[in-house]
């Protein structure tokens, strides 16, 4: 007795919508299968069919796969999802029983099966058991740039596709941070995604496609397109943004001062990329810049770390020409940074009406403690042990200060080639508050190639192991350390803090 031998399985791409637009393969594979299936709503009608129509036989088995909902609104005991689960074991049962029967069972998908496609529910359930092509289309995507006529994506720039499903928080970062990108899935999303664009700063550059290669196309600048008037198959799209030649997108000049972290871009919010990315020109200390990608069309000009006013100036003088500023900082620009320096002189004629913005970043601080445990805890105070722009007994008034209220302290710039005593001298006064055993963690290039985190005691602490690229935080007499069981050593300090005595332990 012979065993029929199981069918094959096609995912066949068919593209955005004109029927054109069809690859040779799908064409072939429609033409080889005994069973043609598509997704389709409740009213029947389906879109890949459409695009197939002209390549469909008589003798063709056709399998209408009709989903249950099309929102999320059910009264499955499941809800929305366990709806759609039954639903899609259903209809791979029953391409299964054409498979089992030694059918070809070609599965519709318009654009590409694998990209948002229904299709790939039903490759996740049968693949496996049986013969599977999965034959790639043009996505709508590409479909939208083409009939757009702007480039995508070019040079060293990414692409962001996004649904339009995400909560309008998640849109607003994800598109603050994209270079260009694409939200798909608009119809009743289409509300949130133009506030996320606007909230982003990007919805002058925004453009919107409907229904791309199909009947009743439509493009435009999505700030001009009516809610009531976007239907399910539509997105918004952010082309590329080299040499953009968008005069009704363009901005006034300003000045952005951003914060890249302790390190690189693992450290940059969405807000900064975003800004770093629509910037005309970058300003900085030649180190900070170092840590920007570098993209087409922009104009970087690196300085010396102690040319900061001069730098502020410059920047702004370029604003006021029109152009697109990120002054870059390392770490948080308004702890110890530029967006001080760039607000005082933005404080002066001619400044005073260039818009500037600051941006926060990660600072050094808050690294170095994720690194080490929890040492900034409770209360804590951030000071520079530079003297370089205030003097000593400035500094020495507001450690004692400090450590006489027992506070955690976080202490920038301790020391440097030309500043080799101020470690010494800040751990001789703070021994006069704290117990020699007193928790510091000695943080080095955290994020970076070299990052060394350590955990030494205040009485050991020694000035020859610290330089500018060191952040020491100082324990309260609350601060706690545990060996935990992989050997690691890590610090805290707790929340509450007990009655009475400020320094009793």
């Not at 209408?64 to 899609?88: I, K, Q």
């Not at 790939?120 to 996505?139: C, D, F, N």
């Not at 997108?249 to 940059?268: K, N, S």
């Not at 020495?396 to 976080?410: I, K, M, P, S």
Request: net charge negative; aromatic share 6%.
């Amino acid at each position: 007795m012979s065993t029929r031998q199981a069918g094959r399985l096609y995912g066949v791409g068919l593209g955005p919508g004109d029927p054109s637009l069809m690859t040779l393969r799908a064409a072939q594979a429609v033409a080889e299968a005994d069973v043609v299936a598509y997704h389709c709503a409740r009213h029947g009608r389906s879109i890949a069919r459409s695009i197939v129509a002209a390549h469909l036989r008589p003798d063709h088995i056709e399998e209408r796969l009709m989903y249950p909902v099309t929102v999320e609104t059910t009264d499955h005991p499941g809800g929305y999802r366990g709806a759609l689960d039954d639903f899609y074991e259903d209809a791979a049962a029953r391409l299964a029983a054409h498979l089992d029967a030694g059918r070809t069972v070609a599965v519709l998908a318009e654009g590409d099966p694998l990209f948002y496609g229904s299709y790939q529910h039903m490759h996740k359930r049968l693949a496996h058991r049986y013969r599977t092509e999965v034959i790639p289309g043009v996505t709508s995507v590409s479909a939208a740039a083409a009939r757009l006529g702007e480039p995508l994506c070019e040079a060293e720039e990414t692409l962001t596709i996004i649904p339009g499903t995400l909560s309008e928080e998640e849109l607003t970062a994800r598109l603050a941070a994209a270079d260009s990108a694409v939200v798909m899935k608009l119809g009743r999303t289409f509300p949130d995604v133009r506030r996320a664009l606007e909230q982003a700063g990007r919805l002058a550059d925004a453009r919107y496609v409907e229904r791309a290669t199909m009947a009743g196309e439509r493009t435009g600048r999505l700030a001009d397109v009516d809610p009531e008037s976007v239907p399910y198959f539509s997105m918004a799209v952010l082309p590329s943004r080299i040499d953009e030649v968008r005069p009704d997108a363009r901005p006034r000049g300003e000045v952005a001062v951003v914060g890249t972290g302790p390190a690189g871009p693992l450290w940059l919010t969405p807000e900064t990329r975003g800004a770093l990315a629509a910037a005309d020109d970058l300003v900085g200390y030649t180190t900070y810049l170092d840590r920007v990608p570098v993209r087409a069309g922009q104009c970087r000009h690196g300085s010396d770390n102690k040319v900061e006013a001069e730098r502020a100036e410059f920047a702004l003088d370029l604003a006021r020409r029109g152009r697109r500023v990120a002054v870059v900082s390392g770490g948080d620009p308004g702890i110890f940074a530029m967006a001080t320096a760039v607000l005082e002189v933005a404080a002066r004629e001619p400044y005073r009406d260039v818009p500037v913005r600051v941006l926060p970043g990660l600072t050094a601080a808050n690294a170095a403690a994720a690194r080490a445990g929890a040492p900034l805890g409770h209360d804590y105070a951030v000071i520079s042990l530079s003297d370089r722009l205030k003097p000593w007994e400035v500094i020495a008034e507001r450690l004692t200060a400090a450590a006489g209220a027992d506070l955690v302290l976080a202490l920038y710039n301790p020391g440097s080639r030309s500043r080799t005593w101020q470690v010494a001298k800040a751990r001789e006064l703070l021994l006069g508050h704290r117990a020699p055993d007193t928790p510091v963690v000695v943080a080095r290039d955290v994020g970076g190639p070299e990052e060394n985190v350590r955990i030494v005691r205040l009485g050991g602490l020694d000035p020859e192991e610290v330089d500018m690229r060191t952040l020491l935080l100082v324990g309260s007499s609350q601060t706690r350390t545990v060996r935990r069981g992989t050997g690691e050593e890590v610090v805290w300090t707790p929340r509450t803090y007990p009655a009475g005595d400020p320094a009793a332990d």
